[in-house]
């Protein structure tokens, strides 16, 4: 995130805690309990075996993603059909593809859901979930967030959305001297070309990347760049390393002089859906329908290497409006819609500056999506 930007969340974040800390939040019980489904009764879900869920302590790198059968789980329609908002910084990005998808086959509307995308950059769908204006918010716990739910705001982070594929080297690069490599690079004193900050999720996966080649992430420098300008200034030597997302990272892989150092950790997302509290308490069945249909989505179009699919492929970059040869020019995403076991804890030891210290109790709720597969933990 950029600095600007991540300091307009900060300003907004604050301007609502002041705001609950004069009158009785709505955004808290105050209590610090889980929210979510609560005692809900959780049933087997056909189409969803064993391999629907897998253990969130499993770190494993190469762990499979839980997946049900295509079509499952099966859409179960809302006596009422309901009308949902979920804020995205994005339309024209691959991880979003899931959600767009739901919509473009009525996924959604199979469960009794009028769901509509809105674009909104994070600082400003914030409060806006906090205050239960939009319902969901397609991001990622970053340290506004998890500051804004440390103060009282009733967000939780209720299913994950992607890790790299293998192949995917989409992350941290460098521009090598003296007889450096990708095995042994010293980035202390380096400066540092991304659109990202230390208050985004990438810190996490930048902080990694960055301990194995003698920095860290207040070792380096920081030069704040637009999106159009990281590579450039890569390449023109502006500045020794970069953050290079897909598929922007193809035009310096193999190339004499640069090193991929590391990118976001393969199995673990870092981002997601996250609720505000009209789907964590007043109105769960939709919370649960709209994952329901999120993951029956991932089931039948994104379980596997979706980007084998040249038919698939073409549907997407119309869907997305990105060029079929910019997505074909980087491996398929591994979608996965579970949360690892301790990533909100790992996260903020990333952006610790920022004080956000939120246990994963507050910030994390696993039980909506373990209903819609019907799993009973």
Same mark, same amino acid.
């Given at each position: %995130?950029?600095?600007?930007?991540?300091?307009?969340?900060?300003v907004?974040?604050?301007a609502?805690?002041?705001?609950?800390?004069?009158?009785?939040?709505?955004?808290?019980?105050?209590?610090?309990?889980?929210?979510?489904?609560? /005692?809900?009764?959780?049933s087997?879900?056909?189409?969803?075996g064993?391999?629907?869920?897998?253990?969130?302590?499993?770190?494993?790198?190469?762990?499979?993603?839980? @997946?049900? /059968?295509?079509?499952?789980?099966?859409?179960?329609?809302?006596?009422?059909?309901?009308?949902? =908002?979920?804020?995205?910084?994005?339309?024209?990005?691959?991880?979003? #593809?899931?959600?767009?998808?739901?919509?473009d086959?009525?996924?959604?509307?199979?469960?009794?859901?009028?769901?509509? &995308?809105?674009?909104?950059?994070t600082?400003?769908?914030?409060?806006?979930?906090?205050?239960?204006?939009?319902?969901?918010?397609?991001?990622a716990?970053?340290?506004?967030? %998890?500051?804004?739910?440390?103060?009282?705001?009733?967000?939780?982070?209720?299913?994950?959305?992607?890790?790299?594929?293998?192949?995917?080297?989409?992350?941290?690069w460098?521009?090598?001297?003296?007889?450096?490599?990708?095995? @042994?690079?010293?980035?202390?004193?380096?400066?540092?070309?991304? %659109?990202?900050?230390? $208050?985004?999720?990438?810190a996490?996966?930048? !902080?990694?990347?960055?301990?194995?080649?003698?920095?860290?992430?207040?070792e380096?420098?920081?030069? !704040?760049?637009?999106? #159009?300008?990281?590579?450039?200034? &890569?390449?023109?030597?502006?500045?020794?390393?970069?953050?290079? &997302?897909?598929?922007?990272?193809?035009?310096?892989?193999?190339?004499? *002089?640069?090193?991929?150092?590391?990118? !976001?950790?393969?199995? /673990?997302?870092? $981002?997601?859906?996250?609720?505000?509290? =009209?789907?964590?308490?007043?109105?769960?069945?939709? *919370?649960? #329908?709209?994952?329901?249909?999120?993951?029956?989505?991932?089931?039948?179009?994104?379980?596997?290497?979706?980007?084998?699919?040249?038919?698939?492929?073409?549907?997407?970059?119309?869907?997305?409006?990105?060029?079929?040869?910019v997505?074909?020019?980087?491996?398929?995403?591994? %979608?996965?819609?579970?949360?690892?076991?301790?990533?909100?804890?790992?996260? !903020?030891?990333?952006?610790?500056?920022? *004080? #956000?210290?939120?246990?994963?109790?507050?910030?994390?709720?696993?039980?909506?999506? /373990?209903?819609?597969?019907?799993?009973?933990?």
């Amino acid at each position: %995130m950029r600095g600007r930007t991540y300091g307009a969340a900060v300003v907004a974040v604050a301007a609502l805690l002041a705001s609950a800390a004069c009158s009785s939040s709505p955004y808290s019980d105050g209590s610090g309990a889980k929210a979510g489904t609560g /005692e809900r009764t959780i049933s087997p879900v056909e189409g969803c075996g064993k391999a629907s869920w897998t253990d969130p302590a499993d770190l494993a790198p190469d762990r499979t993603p839980a @997946r049900c /059968e295509p079509l499952a789980p099966s859409a179960e329609p809302l006596a009422k059909r309901r009308k949902i =908002t979920i804020a995205t910084g994005t339309l024209s990005a691959e991880y979003v #593809a899931p959600l767009e998808a739901a919509v473009d086959k009525g996924e959604f509307k199979a469960e009794g859901l009028d769901v509509t &995308l809105k674009v909104l950059p994070t600082p400003d769908a914030l409060p806006l979930l906090a205050k239960g204006d939009i319902d969901a918010l397609w991001a990622a716990p970053e340290a506004a967030v %998890m500051n804004g739910i440390k103060g009282g705001f009733d967000i939780k982070w209720v299913a994950g959305n992607f890790s790299p594929g293998p192949g995917s080297k989409s992350g941290l690069w460098v521009r090598t001297k003296n007889g450096e490599t990708a095995a @042994r690079v010293k980035m202390a004193g380096r400066t540092l070309g991304t %659109m990202i900050g230390k $208050g985004s999720v990438i810190a996490y996966a930048m !902080q990694k990347a960055l301990s194995r080649h003698d920095g860290g992430l207040d070792e380096i420098q920081y030069r !704040q760049l637009g999106s #159009a300008d990281v590579l450039t200034a &890569l390449q023109n030597g502006g500045v020794d390393s970069a953050w290079l &997302l897909d598929p922007i990272w193809r035009k310096v892989d193999g190339r004499p *002089g640069y090193a991929f150092l590391g990118g !976001q950790p393969s199995g /673990e997302p870092l $981002g997601g859906l996250l609720y505000g509290r =009209t789907l964590l308490h007043d109105d769960v069945d939709a *919370g649960v #329908a709209l994952l329901r249909a999120y993951i029956r989505t991932v089931n039948t179009y994104f379980a596997a290497d979706y980007k084998k699919d040249a038919a698939f492929v073409a549907y997407l970059s119309k869907l997305l409006k990105i060029d079929k040869a910019v997505l074909e020019a980087t491996p398929s995403l591994r %979608m996965d819609w579970e949360i690892r076991k301790g990533t909100t804890t790992r996260l !903020q030891a990333a952006y610790r500056a920022q *004080g #956000a210290t939120v246990p994963e109790s507050r910030a994390v709720d696993r039980t909506l999506y /373990e209903e819609a597969v019907g799993h009973a933990p």
